[in-house]
């Protein structure tokens, strides 16, 4: 038994996703189970949303789980056992207007776990997509000219 220990990321912020599973690797030995539960959304017309904002969607919801991902799985592959949950959503099957950017990136997460888990299945390794219909979520209101204020989170 390993008393908790809490660990900061910022999933969308790349640079730093190494050093954390670093850290977890360093303090714990290994991953049991990673589930890949952060998201980022944001509403609005495709020619609405800036180039930038898709990016940083893109960033939080597929780079970060993917990144994560990759860094904690060579201690699984090695051990020969591991779960590998990801948190995505129905929007990842099916894209709703207002919403490209997020479904463009749940899309694209559904699509690298599933390949995922055809690659982990000789490792004994279980990667699984749990894909939940719409869910309340935290937004606030943006003030004009600020597109980060307008991202659910």
């Known amino acids: 038994t390993y008393a908790p220990k809490l660990i900061l990321l910022d999933i969308s912020d790349i640079n730093c996703i190494q050093d954390v599973a670093k850290e977890i690797l360093n303090c714990y030995g290994c991953v049991d189970i990673l589930i890949n539960n952060a998201s980022m959304k944001v509403k609005g017309a495709v020619q609405s949303i ?36 990801l948190i995505n959503s129905i929007q990842g099957k ?38 939940p219909t719409f869910i309340c979520s935290y937004h606030r209101q943006p003030a004009p000219g600020n597109w980060e204020a307008s991202i659910w989170k």
Request: with cysteine.
């Open 50 to 85: 800036s180039l930038e904002l898709d990016k940083k969607i893109m960033d939080a919801n597929y780079f970060g789980p993917t990144t994560l991902t990759k860094a904690i799985l060579p201690n699984m592959i090695s051990r020969r056992t591991g779960q590998i949950v």
């Open 94 to 131: 099916i894209g709703i207007p207002f919403r490209a950017a997020y479904a463009a990136s749940k899309h694209a997460a559904v699509g690298f776990f599933d390949c995922l888990r055809a690659e982990m299945e000789e490792f004994d390794i279980s990667v699984s997509t749990v894909t």
